[in-house]
């Protein structure tokens, strides 16, 4: 690999490029410059600073170049922090109206308390793990919807050679049948049980007219689930 050295329209400066081709795209650049004439020791320590920089990017691409097609992904391609490559991945992949990808990410954070875990702590006894802890705390579809999402970004992981394979394969996402009803609702929850059609004619009559019954009208959990 090899940089591409042009000096700027004032002559002061050098500014590299990466050199992939002619075509259009394939000279980005590295975002490194040098003096031409360097006339302070502030100058001179930039230059030798700036040669070094270049001198690295250059070893991860041929590092890069001989790993291609194998096993072995270089170090610097890595994000040590499981919970960076989480939080990369929920970024660019959320969707308006729909929070289970973000919601699995916060109860994750929440499960392993703490900032750091490194991709070797995510075996499969620990998927087992945080798949009981959101079955104890949750019930109906909203574990199984927090797991599967986990899933999904472990099994990117995996794409990525994060893992040799994938811990959460045989670790099913399943529901947590209610046995009873919730105290609290989980805000997707509730947004579906805005839109649950109502089956008693004589409250869906007069709530059309903003007349509200005087009784209560109980829903079971299992309704609102189904």
């Not at 922090?81 to 990369?88: A, G, P, R, S, V």
């Not at 392993?112 to 109906?140: H, M």
């Amino acid at each position: 690999m090899n940089f591409l050295k042009i000096a700027n329209k004032k002559g002061d400066k050098f500014y590299y490029y990466y050199d992939y081709g002619r075509c259009k795209g394939q000279r980005p650049s590295t975002g490194v410059f040098t003096y031409k004439t360097p006339k302070t020791q502030v100058q001179k320590n930039h230059n030798k600073e700036a040669l070094l920089i270049l001198e690295t990017k250059k070893s991860q691409l041929t590092i890069e170049a001989q790993a291609t097609g194998g096993v072995y992904i270089p170090h610097h391609k890595f994000k040590p922090n499981f919970l960076d490559y989480y939080c990369e991945y929920v970024k660019l992949n959320k969707k308006d109206g729909n929070r289970h990808l973000e919601n699995s990410l916060t109860h994750f954070k929440n499960f392993i308390n703490k900032d750091f875990i490194s991709n070797v702590e995510v075996t499969e006894n620990f998927c087992k793990r945080f798949r009981q802890y959101l079955l104890e705390r949750f019930n109906g579809e909203t574990p199984m919807n927090y797991y599967a999402r986990f899933k999904w970004v472990v099994k990117a992981a995996t794409k990525d050679k994060y893992f040799h394979s994938n811990p959460t394969e045989d670790i099913s996402a399943v529901t947590n049948p209610s046995t009873g009803m919730k105290e609290n609702l989980e805000a997707d929850e509730y947004i579906q049980l805005l839109r649950t059609p109502c089956s008693n004619q004589e409250v869906g009559a007069r709530s059309s007219i903003g007349w509200i019954a005087p009784y209560p009208v109980v829903y079971s959990y299992q309704k609102i689930q189904s």
